[in-house]
């Protein structure tokens, strides 16, 4: 599975370079582990390649900066699991709840598991995302969502999808806009 961590690293470093995502912002990352080895969501959910996952998304991400957050599945509400610091730096409020391989899913047990202080809270307004398996991200994302065309469009056997965030746009046909924002 080692293949895992080297697609994901160049799947997190691609979506850097084309989301234009900075230091400080936030990433939401849903996963599902059984699409990526090919099996229906929710349905075989494995914790070896929710680490490998974990490296290659960890390692790039922490490198330049960008926090993480990982979706929990449904049945813990699409709960996030996120760094401490981050949720007291947002002024989140932190829920009770440890993610499990069966409630919360693979990869945000790992998340919490291996975050240097880990927390789950409810929503997050992130920066941009990226969706393996079609876990549905976009609840957790700022408006508005743009979606991403990138090479890497799957992970293992799960289709990627992917989304940053622009500012809205106010005004009408006579507004002028910075592109910097666009």
Do not use: W
Request: charged share 25%; glycine share 10%.
């Amino acid at each position: 599975m080692e293949f895992l961590r080297e697609q994901t690293e160049a799947l997190a470093k691609e979506f850097i370079e084309k989301s234009k995502i900075k230091k400080g912002q936030i990433v939401v990352i849903g996963c599902s582990t059984s699409e990526v080895i090919g099996e229906n969501i929710g349905t075989h959910s494995t914790k070896e390649a929710a680490e490998y996952i974990y490296e290659g998304l960890k390692g790039v991400f922490s490198e330049n900066g960008i926090y993480m957050a990982a979706q929990c599945c449904e049945h813990l509400n699409r709960a996030l699991i996120v760094e401490r610091e981050l949720a007291e730096k947002l002024g989140m409020d932190e829920v009770n709840v440890i993610p499990q391989i069966k409630a919360g899913g693979s990869f945000a047990t790992t998340c919490y598991e291996r975050f240097n202080d880990a927390v789950a809270v409810e929503r997050i307004r992130a920066n941009g995302g990226i969706d393996i398996g079609g876990t549905l991200i976009g609840m957790h994302l700022k408006e508005v969502a743009v979606p991403m065309r990138l090479e890497h469009k799957k992970l293992g056997e799960a289709i990627v999808l992917t989304a940053r965030v622009r500012a809205k746009f106010v005004g009408g046909s006579r507004a002028v806009y910075k592109e910097e924002l666009l």
